[in-house]
């Protein structure tokens, strides 16, 4: 005797909150993708610093992609920038409360990458090994 089981109305429902969930980690890491975005996070999780300060910091950053990161950054509510009305004027970047909430995360990650690090180069050096191994001619 074959029991058949119906499929859980509940299924659908669970496959629709992971692929919310899915993207919703999707965006959430999309907002760390620039290269230096994690650097200015973290330079900034110590204070507010000037344009100029970041700058010095995050060397060898250039100018355009430091200005181009800082307004990603600010678009996505990360950090906050000030113009104090001063001669010259003086700007100042500091984290938002949004931003502020990546550092849990953030530190997760760093203590998952010092913990794991070295089993990933290793993992890629072995599928490299494979890899270029049977891509090499054989020996007739």
């Known amino acids: 005797m074959t029991i058949r089981t119906m499929p859980h109305r509940t299924d659908g429902r669970r496959l629709a909150e992971r692929g ?33 300060e970041l700058l010095a910091e995050l060397a060898p950053i250039s100018e355009k992609v430091l200005t181009q990161t800082l307004r990603a950054m600010e678009r996505d509510g990360l950090i ?12 100042e ?19 998952w990458s010092l913990a794991n690090g070295k089993r990933v180069d290793e993992a890629r050096d072995r599928f490299d090994v494979r890899r270029a191994a049977s891509s090499s001619p054989r020996a007739a």
Do not use: N
């Not at 919310?20 to 999780?45: E, F, I, M, N, P």
């Open 20 to 52: 919310r969930s899915a993207r919703l980690v999707r965006d959430a890491l999309g907002l760390l993708q620039s290269k230096w975005c994690v650097d200015v996070l973290l330079a900034l999780g110590d204070g507010q610093r000037r344009y100029h």
């Open 93 to 111: 970047y500091a984290l938002t409360p949004l931003g502020a909430t990546m550092a849990t995360p953030m530190k997760v990650l760093a203590s």
């Open 80 to 91: 906050a920038r000030r113009v104090h009305a001063e001669v010259p004027p003086r700007v």
